[in-house]
C-alpha cells in the first residue's frame, strides 16, 4: 500500500479527497454504501497509510538534509574557484597595463625616430629633386629642351612633375642670362599643360573616371587648372538640348554629374556648386530671358504666368538639388542663385502685375458694356450728371454680370498667388494692398456701384401711370450674390497674407467701406422703389375709384370689393411676390415691413377723399377686408396692426349714430386721436345731422 501512497503523492495533479477515495475504494472493494460494511477495515487501512506517510515523510527530512549539505560543499567549491579567478584577473590587469605602457613608449620612440629619420632623409631627398631639377634647367641654359622625361611621351606624368618645378624655379631666376632658359620652360610648361589638358578630355570623352582622376590631380599645381574645370563643366552641360522642357533635364544631369564630380574631384562639393551655378546663369538664366521677353511687350499676361511658372519650377529644383547636394538648409547659396536669375524679371515685377491686373478688369468690363450695348456714362466709377438726364435705355439687370465678377476675382486671385511666390517677403502686404484696391475701384465702384447708381436713377424716371416693371428687387438679389463673392474672395485669398502685417487693418476697413456704401444705396434704392410703387397704387386708385363706389344711390348689395380695391392689390401682390423671392433674412422683413406701412398709408389717404353712405360703407368695409388679407402677405405684425385698426376707423362709418360712442371706446380705437377718429366720422354722408361729440376721460 506505500508504495501505491507514494505514487499518488508524486503525481503533479495530486490531490487529497482523491487519495482518500481510492484508498476507501480499494480497501471495500467498493462496498462503501453496502449494509454489511465494516468500518474497522477502512479505520485501518486510514491508520497503515498515516504510518506510511510518516515513514515517507521520514525519508523525504533526510534526503532533504543529505542534498542541502551537498550544495553547501559546492557552494564552497565555487567559491573558492570565483575568489581563484579573481586573483587571476587582476594579476592579468595589472600585467595588461604594464605591457600596454611598454607598447606606449616604444611607440613613441619609433614615431620620434621615425621623424628625426624623415628629418634627416628631407634635405637628402630635397638636395636630390634639386641636383635633378638643376640638371634639367642646365640643359634649357643649352637650349635643350627634349631630354631625359620630355623626349618620352609615355612618361607624361614625370615630366609634369619636372616642368612644374622648372617653372617655379624660373619664376625666381629674373637675371638675363637666364632669360632664353626661362622661356625655353614656359614654352615646355604650355606643351605638357597642353597635353595634360588633351589627355583630360580623352579620358572624359571615354568616360574613364579614373584617368580623369589622375590628370586632374596633376593638372591642379598648374596654373590654368580652373581652364580645366570650366572646360569640364561646359562639356557636362552640352548634355542639355535646347529643348522647351529645360527643366525636366537638370535633375537627371545634376545627378549623373555630381556622381562623376564625387569619384574625380578631391574638391567635389566646391567643383558641384560651381557646376550648378554656371548651369543656373547661363543655360537656365538664358532659357527664362528668352521665353519672357518675347511676351513682355504683346502679352503681359502670359509673361506673368510664364515668370510664375519658371520661377516655381526653379525652386522646385533647387530644393531637389540641395537634397542631393547635402546642403544645408541654412545656407543661402540657392537662393543667391535664384535671385540672379530672376532678378531683372523681378525688379518691377510687382508694378507689372498691378498694370496687367487693372488691365484685365478694364477689357472684362469694355467687352461687358460693348455686348449689352451700353455706353458708359461714369469716370471713376461715379455717376455723372446722370441723375439730371432723361435716358430712355432699358435699365434692368443685365448691367450686372455674374461672368465679369467671377473674371475679375480670379484673375485677382491669380495675381495673388503669383505675388505669394514672387514678391519679397517685405513687400508682400503692400504688393497684396494695391493689388485689392484694383478689384474695389474697378470691380466694386466702376461696376457694382454704377449698376446701382443706374438703377437708382432709372427709379426716378418711371412713369407710376403705367403699369411697372420694377428690375430693382432680382438686381438686388443678384447683388447680394457678388457681394458674397466678393467677401468671399476677400476672406479666403486677401486677409492670411495679410493677417501679421499692418495692411491687414486697412483691408478691412476698405471691406467695411465698400459693404457700408452697398448698403446705404441699396436702402436708398429701396426707398425710390417702394415711392415708385405706392405712387401707382395711389394712380390705380385715383383712376379707377369712383365717388358712387361709396355713396350708391342703388340698394343692392355686392358682395364683391371694387375694382380699385382688386388693382391695387394685384400689383400689391405681384410687387411684394418679387420682393420675397429676390431678398432674403432680415432684408425681406425689413423690406416688406416698410413697403407695407406706405402701403397702408396710401389706402388710409385715399379713404379720406370719399363721403359714406350706408351702403357705400359697406362697400368700403369689404374692401378694407381685402385689404388685410392682401396685409398678411407682408408678414409683419405692424402692418397686420394698422390694418386691424384701420378697419376699426371704416366701422364708424357703418355703425348707427348712437353706438359711435361704444365704438370708439374699443381696444384698436382708445388708442388714435380724438382728431383722427372725428376725421373719419365726418366722412358720413349723415355726419350733419348727427351730434357727434367724442367723451374720453
Same mark, same amino acid.
Request: proline fraction near 1%.
Given at each position: ?14 490531490s ?13 472493494d467498493?462496498r462503501?454504501s453496502?449494509?454489511?460494511f ?6 485501518n ?18 534526503n ?9 560543499k559546492?557552494?564552497?567549491i ?27 613608449n ?5 614615431s ?7 628629418n ?5 631627398l ?12 642646365d ?5 635643350i ?5 620630355f623626349?618620352?611621351?609615355?612618361k607624361l606624368?614625370?615630366a ?24 625655353l ?11 595634360l589638358?588633351?589627355k ?10 579614373k584617368?580623369m ?15 580645366? &574645370? +570650366?572646360?569640364?563643366?561646359? @562639356? #557636362? $552641360? ?6 522647351? /522642357?529645360? =527643366?525636366s *533635364?537638370?535633375i ?18 566646391r ?8 548651369l543656373?546663369?547661363?543655360?537656365v ?5 528668352t ?11 502670359k509673361?506673368?504666368?510664364?515668370l510664375?511658372?519658371f ?30 536669375v ?5 525688379k518691377?515685377? &510687382? +508694378?507689372?502685375?498691378?498694370? @496687367? #491686373? $487693372? ?5 472684362h468690363? /469694355?467687352? =461687358?458694356? *460693348?455686348k ?34 467671377t ?10 498667388n ?8 517685405n ?6 494692398d ?6 474695389c475701384?474697378?470691380l ?9 447708381d ?8 418711371v ?10 428687387f432680382p438686381?438686388?438679389k443678384q ?9 468671399? =474672395?476677400?476672406?479666403v ?20 467701406q465698400?459693404?457700408?456704401d452697398?448698403?446705404?444705396?441699396i ?6 422703389a417702394?415711392?415708385v410703387i ?15 363706389d361709396?355713396k ?49 398709408r ?8 370719399f ?17 388685410r ?9 405692424v ?8 378697419y376699426?376707423l371704416?366701422n364708424?362709418?357703418?355703425v ?12 384698436n ?5 380724438k ?13 350733419r ?9
Open positions: 500500500m506505500a508504495h501505491l501512497v507514494l505514487k499518488e503523492i508524486e503525481q503533479e495533479n495530486f487529497v479527497d482523491n487519495l482518500i477515495e481510492n484508498l476507501s475504494y480499494k480497501a471495500t467498493g462503501v453496502q449494509t454489511d465494516d468500518p474497522l477495515i477502512l479505520e487501512i486510514f491508520r497503515k497509510t498515516i504510518d506510511d506517510l510518516k515513514i515517507i515523510n521520514d525519508k523525504t527530512k533526510q532533504i538534509q543529505v542534498l542541502e549539505i551537498e550544495c553547501q559546492e557552494k564552497d565555487c567559491k573558492d574557484k570565483i575568489l581563484m579567478l579573481e586573483n587571476s584577473y587582476k594579476d592579468s590587469y595589472d600585467y595588461l597595463s604594464v605591457l600596454d605602457k611598454r607598447i606606449s616604444v611607440s613613441t620612440t619609433m620620434d625616430m621615425g621623424s628625426q629619420l624623415e634627416l632623409n628631407r634635405p637628402r630635397n638636395l636630390f629633386e634639386s641636383h635633378k631639377t638643376a640638371k634639367y634647367f640643359k634649357f641654359m643649352d637650349g629642351d627634349n631630354s631625359g622625361v623626349a618620352d611621351d609615355s606624368e614625370q609634369a612633375e619636372v616642368i612644374y618645378k622648372l617653372y617655379i624655379l624660373s619664376n625666381d631666376l629674373n637675371d638675363e642670362k637666364f632669360l632664353k632658359a626661362n622661356e620652360v614656359l614654352k615646355k610648361y604650355s606643351e605638357i599643360e597642353i597635353k589638358f588633351q583630360f578630355h580623352d579620358a572624359f570623352y571615354k568616360n574613364d573616371r584617368e582622376k589622375k590628370y586632374l590631380n596633376i593638372l591642379s599645381n598648374f596654373k590654368n587648372y580652373q581652364e580645366c &574645370v +570650366n572646360e569640364f563643366i561646359k @562639356n #557636362l $552641360q552640352m548634355a542639355i538640348k535646347n529643348s522647351d /522642357d529645360l =527643366f *533635364e537638370i537627371p544631369l545634376c545627378a549623373k554629374t555630381n556622381e562623376i564630380i564625387n569619384e574625380v574631384f578631391l574638391n567635389n562639393e567643383i558641384m556648386e560651381q557646376f550648378v551655378k554656371d543656373f546663369l547661363d543655360r538664366q538664358t532659357h527664362v530671358s521665353n519672357l521677353e518675347k511676351y513682355r511687350e504683346t502679352d503681359l499676361e509673361y506673368l504666368d510664364t510664375y511658372l520661377y516655381n519650377k526653379t525652386k522646385r529644383i533647387s530644393k531637389e538639388l540641395s537634397e542631393l547636394m547635402k546642403i544645408s538648409s541654412e545656407s543661402t547659396f540657392f537662393n543667391k542663385l535664384l535671385n540672379e530672376f532678378q531683372v524679371h523681378l518691377d515685377y &510687382v +508694378n507689372l502685375e498691378k498694370i @496687367n #491686373l $487693372q488691365n484685365k478688369f478694364r477689357a468690363l /469694355d467687352r =461687358f458694356y *460693348e449689352i450695348g451700353h455706353t458708359k456714362k461714369t469716370q471713376s466709377g461715379f455717376v455723372s450728371n446722370l441723375l439730371s438726364k432723361q435716358t430712355s435705355e432699358i435699365i434692368d439687370d443685365r448691367f450686372l454680370s455674374h461672368d465679369v465678377t473674371l475679375c476675382i480670379d484673375d485677382a486671385k491669380k495675381s495673388i503669383r505675388s505669394l511666390l514672387l514678391c519679397d517677403a513687400i508682400q502686404p503692400k504688393a497684396i494695391d493689388m485689392y484696391e484694383i478689384v475701384q474697378n466694386c465702384r466702376d461696376h457694382l456701384y454704377y449698376s446701382l443706374l438703377h437708382i436713377n432709372a427709379l426716378s424716371s412713369d407710376f401711370r403705367q403699369e411697372i416693371n420694377l428690375h430693382i438686381f438686388i447683388m447680394n450674390d457678388l457681394m458674397y463673392l466678393f467677401e468671399q =474672395f476677400t476672406n485669398s486677401v486677409i492670411p497674407p495679410v493677417m501679421n502685417s499692418p495692411y491687414y487693418q486697412k483691408i478691412m476697413n476698405k471691406l467695411n465698400i459693404c457700408t452697398l448698403e446705404i444705396k436702402d436708398n434704392s429701396l426707398e425710390k417702394f415711392t405706392c405712387n401707382h397704387i395711389r394712380h390705380v386708385l385715383q383712376s379707377e375709384q369712383k365717388k358712387t361709396f350708391s344711390e342703388n340698394d343692392e348689395i355686392f358682395n364683391q370689393s371694387t375694382i380699385a380695391c382688386s388693382k391695387a392689390i394685384k400689383v400689391v401682390e405681384n410687387q411684394v411676390r418679387k420682393i420675397s423671392n429676390c431678398l432674403d433674412g432680415k432684408n425681406v422683413n425689413n423690406a416688406l415691413r416698410e413697403l407695407g406701412i406706405k402701403f397702408h396710401c389706402i388710409y389717404d385715399h379713404l379720406l377723399k363721403e359714406y353712405n350706408e351702403q357705400g360703407a359697406m362697400a368700403v368695409i369689404r374692401d378694407i377686408n381685402e385689404y388679407m392682401c396685409a398678411k402677405n407682408f408678414n409683419c405684425s402692418v397686420d396692426k394698422l390694418f386691424t385698426i384701420l376699426s371704416t364708424l362709418l357703418v348707427k349714430p348712437e353706438n359711435l360712442q361704444e365704438i370708439c371706446s374699443g381696444d380705437l382708445v388708442i388714435m386721436s382728431e383722427t377718429i372725428e376725421s373719419f366720422v365726418q366722412l358720413r354722408s349723415d355726419y345731422n348727427i351730434k357727434f361729440q367724442i367723451n374720453r376721460k
